[in-house]
């Protein structure tokens, strides 16, 4: 059992300091609350006092007590100095060589509630989260050694000595590894265990292994090399080696084994003992077809897309070599259309004025020649692509042959196609083959213009159909790990009816399927009907044929509305009511009437508290909120907004699970307000912007290509919930982050909008 794996780093940083202690570190465990000042203060003398607080923050971050106090770095003496008042930290030279620092590690871990790791409940605790750590991961043992201190000083157990925690760790990972080659081995046959140690031996007269031959996957990228990925394939298949996998064994630690059998050397294998080795070998054999399909599947990839790339980059180049022909042809066609566009020249004297300006000869000559090197938008390269016909018609026989796809409905036309082709064996002509699978580029290529299909240009579809479907995952086959069937990982059978219920019930979702789909099918006629119905009487909409040929719909601006003078002198009243506050009284306010502050708890020590700490906290949401940092409201002339205790409040109180306590209080003491029962539950509130492409130049329009393209637009930046819609709007630049302008659309109405609000939009950004 190795109990030798930590570096000789690793011991000596282990349960002591490694320099300075950076000043996220300090303000988290060297910051000393009210509680924490009452308990040192009992102490006489500055230099116990100082090193109780040493101790006392030094077990809260190292999870141990130093065994050499002098090795406390300045930094943490200075800190805590500066918090208890004492001028001279020397005198924690006196603590160090005292006696009474013994007393006092009783005492704090009494009052911090640290136990020792001899504790039974907390062995029990460690083993079981180790345990499955260790079974469902492959970490190394010195990750899961630092993964075990963690969990230590979180769980407030002193460490015990590393040799003690390095044995500990050790002994529970060899656990684990044995019930897994013990599960694995559990039920393999006698036949299979015989073709399992085959693997391993040579050959008369050979040099390599069956499994040194087997596991060598392609490596070049060429058509030869796919046929040879293929014949790998067919033969693990041939090797009949039938292992059963438990479905309680997690397949990472399957794979795990099956990679030390890819690297491992035979010979090194073969001695190791015989449940490790036969259980190294089932899980070769369960991964190794999966493997291989892989690797061919990758091999095909790449060489499709070699394939195309290489016919796309010699028609780019050959359409570069013939532009001058194509301008010149063009200019003597632009000559011949000006004359047909001249208005002098009357219509029945056109051919003659034609022949007149260019010869008969030349025009037929220009357009044969525009014709010949015009290619489409949408232009496949099929002429280039035929020179690889000698490669695919080499390696999609076995292709089709060796791999089974299977499909998702949005790709059973291209596996029926495939299919089809496997069946034609390269044979003949092809007669009724799946046109659904032939897309509208290819359509030109394929459909001939006597109505026959080519062979050539329908396989080079299906090819790349194939490959994106593959990427996709509308493609699968089994066994594979990376081309799987991408549902294997959702609910079915009784998982699924288990959690059905709830899903659906959250969705919004009738339990049965067919009555949502009835549903939603309904709801989207009824919705085109009315929208076909309504389409020729407004005036506001229109459908417009665009210059590609496409329908394109068109909405006319809407005209300014304006306001009218009731509305203009509410405004002003309203506004002449308002009080000028800042966003921080207002959440002080708020927190005073709502108590929302007390939500927020120590992440360790639940009673941890200090004076002024709702100011604190508002403080720190408000640095959250918007974004600013701590800086702009670090005051040192207020201990409530000292960068230390903002520091630590922001470390140790504001959390996930604080910050949605405090939010539910503020939603509870809302809807305690009579005319807030009148707007809605308040469950729902959002800040987002939508963009709009203007036609005009503004001030607030500019561009932004991901959102805009070429154009330039602008942000309707509004605020809204189910209590009040549409709080407040504002346009803003479009090439400015929205949540920027979040404050300025919550100022404009902090009197009607609620805290909750505030709280919930701003903590999102």
Not at 10 to 28: C, I, M, N, S
Not at 246 to 274: C, D, M, W, Y
Not at 477 to 495: F, K, V
Not at 567 to 588: G, S, Y
Request: net charge neutral; aromatic share 8%.
């Amino acid at each position: 059992m190795p109990v030798g794996f930590l570096t000789d780093e690793q011991r000596q940083r282990y349960g002591r300091f490694q320099g300075d202690p950076t000043p996220e570190e300090l303000a988290r465990y060297f910051h000393l609350d009210d509680s924490d000042r009452n308990f040192i203060a009992s102490r006489r003398g500055d230099h116990n006092r100082l090193g109780f607080a040493v101790q006392l923050c030094t077990a809260r971050f190292l999870g141990s007590f130093p065994e050499d106090l002098a090795e406390t770095p300045a930094t943490v003496l200075a800190t805590l100095s500066r918090q208890l008042g004492i001028g001279q930290p020397d005198c924690f030279v006196d603590y160090c060589t005292g006696r009474q620092r013994w007393d006092h590690t009783v005492e704090i871990r009494e009052r911090i509630g640290y136990v020792e790791f001899s504790d039974g409940v907390t062995q029990f605790r460690l083993n079981r989260w180790l345990y499955a750590l260790c079974w469902t991961g492959t970490d190394r043992l010195s990750t899961l050694f630092d993964q075990a201190t963690t969990w230590l000083i979180t769980h407030k157990t002193l460490l015990p000595g590393a040799t003690v925690l390095e044995r500990h760790v050790a002994r529970i990972r060899l656990r684990v590894q044995e019930r897994l080659w013990s599960s694995l081995v559990r039920g393999v046959s006698p036949e299979a265990r015989q073709k399992l140690e085959m693997l391993l031996a040579v050959p008369d007269g050979g040099h390599h292994s069956l499994l040194d031959r087997l596991r060598k996957g392609p490596y070049r990228r060429s058509a030869p090399e796919l046929v040879r990925a293929l014949q790998r394939l067919e033969e693990i298949r041939s090797l009949g080696i039938d292992v059963g996998l438990s479905l309680r064994i997690p397949p990472g630690r399957v794979q795990a084994l099956a990679r030390f059998a890819s690297t491992a050397k035979a010979s090194a294998i073969e001695r190791l003992p015989e449940d490790r080795r036969l259980a190294i070998l089932v899980a070769f054999a369960i991964t190794l077809e999966a493997t291989a399909s892989d690797d061919a599947l990758d091999l095909l990839d790449i060489l499709i897309t070699e394939i195309f790339s290489e016919a796309t980059k010699v028609g780019e180049q050959a359409r570069l070599r013939t532009l001058k022909d194509l301008d010149a042809a063009a200019s003597r066609l632009g000559q011949a259309c000006r004359v047909i566009l001249d208005s002098s020249v009357p219509d029945s004297d056109l051919r003659a004025a034609i022949f007149k300006a260019l010869q008969r000869d030349d025009l037929e000559a220009s357009l044969n020649q525009v014709d010949k090197l015009v290619r489409p938008p949408d232009n496949m390269y099929y002429q280039e692509l035929q020179r690889s016909w000698g490669r695919i018609r080499r390696f999609l026989p076995p292709l089709l042959k060796t791999l089974k796809f299977g499909s998702t409905p949005a790709g059973k036309v291209i596996a029926e196609a495939l299919e089809f082709l496997a069946e034609q064996d390269g044979r003949g002509k092809l007669d009724q083959v799946r046109l659904e699978v032939v897309t509208r580029g290819w359509r030109r290529y394929v459909f001939q213009s006597d109505g026959t299909v080519d062979k050539k240009a329908y396989v080079f579809c299906c090819l790349d159909r194939l490959r994106s479907a593959l990427r996709r995952r509308d493609l699968f086959i089994a066994p594979s790990i990376r081309y799987a069937d991408a549902r294997i990982g959702l609910l079915s059978g009784e998982a699924w009816e288990a959690s059905r219920s709830t899903i659906c019930r959250s969705l919004g979702h009738s339990l049965s399927g067919e009555e949502t789909l009835t549903a939603l099918t309904g709801q989207l006629d009824q919705t085109y009907c009315s929208v076909a119905a309504n389409l020729s009487a407004n005036k506001s909409a229109r459908v417009e044929t665009a210059e590609d040929g496409r329908d394109e719909l068109v909405l006319t601006g809407l005209d300014k509305l304006e306001e009218p003078a009731s509305l203009i002198r509410l405004r002003d009243a309203v506004n002449a009511r308002l009080p000028r506050v800042d966003l921080p009284e207002i959440l002080l306010e708020i927190a005073a009437r709502t108590e929302f502050t007390a939500k927020f708890t120590h992440v360790s020590e639940r009673e941890s508290r200090v004076g002024d700490l709702g100011t604190s906290l508002c403080a720190a949401l408000i640095a959250e909120a918007c974004n600013i940092g701590l800086e702009p409201l670090v005051r040192n002339d207020v201990p409530a907004l000292r960068r230390s205790r903002l520091s630590w409040v922001n470390q140790n109180f504001i959390r996930n699970e604080t910050l949605t306590e405090a939010n539910a209080c503020l939603v509870a003491a809302q809807n305690r307000i009579p005319v807030v029962q009148l707007w809605g539950g308040g469950e729902v509130a959002s800040a987002d912007g939508i963009r709009f492409v203007v036609p005009v130049r503004t001030l607030n329009a500019g561009p932004n290509p991901k959102y805009f393209g070429y154009e330039h637009g602008v942000t309707y930046y509004n605020l809204i919930s189910n209590q009040f819609t549409g709080l407040n709007a504002v346009v803003v630049p479009g090439t400015i982050r929205d949540s920027l302008f979040l404050l300025a659309v919550v100022l404009e109405q902090q009197t009607e909008l609620h805290p909750t609000e505030i709280m919930t939009d701003t903590g999102a950004y």
